[in-house]
């Protein structure tokens, strides 16, 4: 059968969208009572949006969807780079993933937790000295320091804040208009310069590279031709190592706000189990907002739940409404690690940092290091720290994106244990 799915009229909706941020996609579906509807974006473009585990499935089946011409330009200007994983397809996109992926071994991965622990551990015996911190500008630059390390990029100590900034404005201007937005795009101009520079160093034998670390790895990667990538590509790729590696300061400042706002879990916590760590991490994942959607482009035609789905239209994968959606999580708008007890292995229900399978599409190769650097976080918080939460406006917005507590997490009094 083939049916009309429900529209949100008008020529161009970009402008609801930035005003319903995480929740456009969500409203309009309970508006309509349909995890399906039709709207026109960027530039008055028809776009439909699927929410849900159903649509996870079809959205991550790469013979009905590619992402090459899918992301708009205001985004590859910003967070991703021009000729980045994110925009290709098929065996190129496969070769190149591999890449990624064996970045990520159980040796590399306790590397990258060792590094920031060390990292984390020296910064708290400045913060015991200061009348308070602000918790998302500190854990920016142990991120920056600890993810340019461990991808074997040369930072001097006096550019850590700079660069930290720079790769803090990449991300904070994705979802932005005005200053915000060209501040992405000049730090990103600036920064693959700074890479491009290093990857020549490195292939002049100038400069040493590790083995094992990304900076080397990407610099000496042939693609599917045997080709090494131009240096422009190499440091949009290595930007897509540090720069969300530093994005994780987000997940941290959340998984501090949740302890606020549950103060009963931090008892259940002290000294629990990794498993206890890691059920509360994914609930973290899963409950604050962090990407609002994925986005790709229909292959060829296709019929999936009565609608004609025609080659060439714009697809958006709700990810905040799925991580909220109710037929797949109980009571949604609560915020309960338990939930994640003894839960069997999905690839399409939590979706935080995409679905699917890792090598087969565009999921997030960062997905366990991220988790493994939030529970380092919360360790550290719970049982190698105490602080005080002073008075502030820890509240967030459900429109500005990335969105973060207001005040950023303040700190004082900040002890070691
Ligand atoms: C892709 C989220 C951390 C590297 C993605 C996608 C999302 C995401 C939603 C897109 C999925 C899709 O298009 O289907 C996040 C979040 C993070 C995070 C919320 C927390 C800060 C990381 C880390 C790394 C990383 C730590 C690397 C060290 C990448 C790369 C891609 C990607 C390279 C593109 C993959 C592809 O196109 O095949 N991430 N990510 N991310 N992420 Fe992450």
Not at 37 to 44: A, I, M, N, P, Q
Not at 87 to 98: G, N
Not at 341 to 366: T, V
Request: hydrophobic content about 35%; aromatic content about 10%; glycine content about 6%.
């Amino acid at each position: 059968y083939r049916e009309q799915i429900p529209i949100d009229k008008g020529f161009d909706n970009t402008l609801a969208m930035l005003k319903d941020g995480y929740l456009y996609i969500s409203n309009r579906r309970k508006r309509f009572g349909r995890d399906m509807f039709e709207t026109r974006l960027l530039g008055g473009q028809k776009t439909v949006c699927i929410a849900g585990e159903e649509a996870v499935k079809i959205f991550y089946d790469e013979s009905k969807f590619k992402r090459n011409g899918a992301a708009p330009k205001r985004l590859r200007q910003t967070l991703f780079g021009e000729k980045s994983i994110q925009t290709i397809d098929d065996s190129s996109h496969k070769h190149r993933k591999q890449l990624f992926l064996s970045l990520m071994t159980e040796e590399r991965l306790q590397d990258v937790v060792r590094i920031f622990r060390e990292e984390w551990t020296s910064t708290l015996d400045v913060w015991i000295h200061k009348e308070k911190i602000v918790l998302y500008d500190e854990v920016t630059n142990i991120l920056a320091t600890t993810a340019c390390k461990w991808a074997g990029v040369p930072l001097p100590q006096k550019d850590i804040a700079i660069r930290a900034r720079q790769l803090e404005a990449l991300f904070d201007s994705a979802g932005s208009v005005g200053p915000r937005h060209w501040k992405g795009r000049q730090a990103r101009n600036t920064l693959e310069m700074w890479l491009q520079k290093i990857v020549e160093d490195v292939r002049k034998g100038n400069l040493d590279a590790p083995e094992e670390t990304a900076l080397h790895r990407m610099t000496w990667f042939r693609d599917t031709h045997g080709e090494l990538l131009n240096p422009e590509v190499v440091a949009v790729e290595i930007l897509n190592i540090i720069r969300p590696i530093v994005a994780i300061t987000i997940y941290i400042v959340f998984v501090a706000l949740s302890l606020v706002e549950n103060p009963k879990e931090k008892d259940r916590l002290s000294n629990a189990g990794e498993d206890v760590y890691e059920m509360f991490v994914q609930e973290v994942r899963r409950y604050y907002p962090f990407f609002p959607c994925a986005v790709a482009r229909v292959r060829e035609d296709f019929l999936w739940k009565g609608h004609d789905f025609k080659k060439g239209n714009l697809v958006l994968l709700d990810i905040y409404g799925t991580n909220h959606h109710p037929d797949i999580w109980k009571n949604p708008d609560q915020f309960n690690p338990e939930r994640f007890k003894d839960r069997a292995e999905n690839l399409y229900d939590l979706i935080p940092q995409g679905g699917g399978e890792y090598a087969k599409g565009h999921r997030c190769p960062g997905e366990v290091l991220t988790i493994e650097i939030m529970k380092t976080s919360l360790n550290l918080l719970v049982n190698h720290m105490d602080y005080n939460v002073p008075d502030q406006n820890l509240s967030y917005s459900m429109r500005r994106m990335p969105s973060l507590p207001k005040s950023r997490f303040i700190m004082n009094q900040v002890k070691k244990i």
